[in-house]
């Protein structure tokens, strides 16, 4: 992993909890799989505790790890590091995506709690008039009553925001490719078209992954679904919107926005999503930070203690299943 991302887990105090375990040395750290400090605790690893920033795993690199039989990732996609040598070799992959939904699912709540009572919009008011304003008027339509929220993805974290809208009072749909009448219904939720959703839709929340498929699932024609006044969410991935038309929508007033992923990853200086006012742009903050980091490295020493005890991961990733998720 990265030396910021181990240096992050240590300042949680989650090395320490790690090392109850597995025989861990916290002061060694790989970042580079060709280094050859490392080669000679590589060459014994049984278990390698990967995180952000892992470098790819590749035929090469294996060969270095003769003993390796499992990859326990403290974070969510594993994508990036475990190539087809992993799967190949019969390496078992475990994932804490469970236990970075968690945070991600927290902020989306906030979002749409917020968004509803038209927090961005009341607070530049009053900051700008300074003075009591008639709310009644002004909310018109607002609020958080009985309002329609989409859910774009039955994934970990879309079933957990599904989960968390539960006990309030709103109408939850969800749209998922993979997800039938009967699974909607027993999450709490109704199974809709993707347009159907942009167009009842008070709140839209996107949830799916970065998939050839999903590549701006929200264009310019899906955007035009949406009601007037409505939010949109996006804490997934920045390519599944358009942010030219997105960024056509929300200058013209139509449209809300709460966007903590967009494309490019970092909006150009002079983006309009800096200051637009119907805008609440985030840096990536959604999933796990400080304390947070914590709870996925905990996610992962109960995977390797199951590992030692012979047990199957609870959170093991299949490559069948990469195709479709995050």
């Not at 009072?169 to 999450?187: C, I, N, Q, S, W």
């Amino acid at each position: 992993m990265s030396r910021e991302t181990w240096d992050a887990l240590r300042a949680e105090g989650a090395v320490e909890r790690l090392r109850e375990a597995a025989d861990l040395d916290p002061d060694l750290l790989v970042t580079d799989f060709a280094d050859p400090g490392a080669a000679m605790a590589l060459a014994r690893a049984e278990v390698l505790l990967t995180h952000w920033g892992c470098p790819p795993l590749t035929h090469t690199v294996l060969t270095a790890m003769p003993r390796l039989r499992a990859v326990v990732h403290a974070a969510g996609s594993v994508k990036h590091h475990v190539t087809a040598a992993v799967w190949e070799r019969g390496i078992a992959v475990s994932t804490a995506a469970a236990a970075n939904a968690l945070p991600v699912a927290e902020y989306t709540l906030a979002a749409i709690l917020l968004s509803g009572k038209r927090v961005l919009d009341s607070a530049r008011v009053y900051r700008e008039r300074r003075a009591r304003y008639p709310l009644l008027p002004y909310f018109a339509g607002h609020g958080n009553y009985r309002r329609v929220v989409g859910i774009v993805g039955a994934s970990r974290t879309g079933r957990r925001v599904i989960e968390l809208l539960r006990p309030l009072d709103f109408t939850v749909l969800v749209h998922d490719p993979y997800l039938d009448d009967a699974g909607a219904a027993r999450l709490g939720a109704r199974s809709v078209g993707l347009d159907e959703l942009a167009r009842r839709s008070h709140v839209v929340s996107i949830h799916a992954p970065q998939l050839p498929e999903t590549q701006h699932m929200f264009d310019a024609a899906r955007l035009a679904l949406l009601p007037d006044g409505a939010t949109l969410i996006n804490t997934a991935r920045g390519s599944l919107v358009d942010t030219e038309a997105l960024v056509a929508q929300l200058t013209s007033g139509r449209i809300h926005a709460v966007l903590d992923v967009t494309e490019p990853d970092v909006p150009p200086a002079d983006s309009p999503l800096y200051r637009l006012p119907n805008v609440l742009l985030t840096p990536h903050i959604a999933g796990s930070l400080g304390s947070e980091l914590g709870r996925m490295a905990d996610c992962a020493a109960a995977e390797i203690t199951r590992y030692a005890r012979g047990t199957p991961f609870a959170h093991a990733v299949r490559p069948q299943d990469l195709p479709r998720t995050a």
